[in-house]
């Protein structure tokens, strides 16, 4: 790389130990543009429609393999965020808020709607029957009854990644333009 490169604004990358210098008023600049692009709803309700097919998908593996894999917490905090970052494309600190709580709320979810489908096997009701007479008290004792203290591992995982994937992310080539 010559001297004309370095004019010129090209990072300098693959240069072991050598860091890039960003230009803060560019930096600045660009975060101002995406912040005027952020859609906080649009990001909350594509989070929630990911929770809600992360929910039934880790309620349906459960179900089907007859064991209950807290792992899959990762996924639905991963989904959850991932949703949050392509619908709202954020980079406030609410996005990655949205995106936790969202991801804890899915995990309760699918821990909830796994019950209800054993529930609805052993008392041989329909499950959109049962899910019918769901109230708030039912939710509550559900999940109380059920409640195991591995389960805050998990949903502490679900939690910090639906935190972590929330975020709008800087691409390779939005990196290069913010260089001196």
């Not at 692009?37 to 089907?64: D, E, P």
């Not at 935190?163 to 939005?174: G, H, I, V």
Request: proline letters at 3%.
């Amino acid at each position: 790389m010559d001297s004309r490169d370095k004019a010129q604004g090209v990072p300098q990358q693959g240069v072991p130990g050598q860091a890039l210098e960003i230009d803060q008023f560019k930096l600045d600049r660009y975060l101002n543009e995406v912040r005027d692009n952020q859609k906080l709803v649009m990001g909350l309700a594509g989070g929630l429609g990911a929770a809600v097919i992360a929910a039934a998908a880790w309620a349906l593996i459960t179900v089907w393999t007859d064991h209950h894999y807290g792992l899959v917490a990762i996924g639905v905090g991963f989904l959850v965020g991932y949703a949050v970052r392509i619908f709202g494309k954020g980079v406030d600190t609410i996005f990655g808020v949205t995106g936790a709580a969202v991801s804890l709320l899915g995990c309760v979810a699918g821990n909830f709607l796994t019950v209800l489908v054993f529930v609805s096997r052993q008392a041989i009701v329909m499950f959109l029957a049962l899910l019918s007479r769901v109230t708030p008290e039912v939710i509550g004792a559900v999940l109380k009854d059920t409640f195991q203290p591995m389960d805050l591992l998990f949903y502490g995982l679900a939690t910090y990644f639906g935190y972590k994937y929330s975020f709008k992310p800087l691409t390779a080539e939005e990196l290069a333009k913010l260089t001196r």
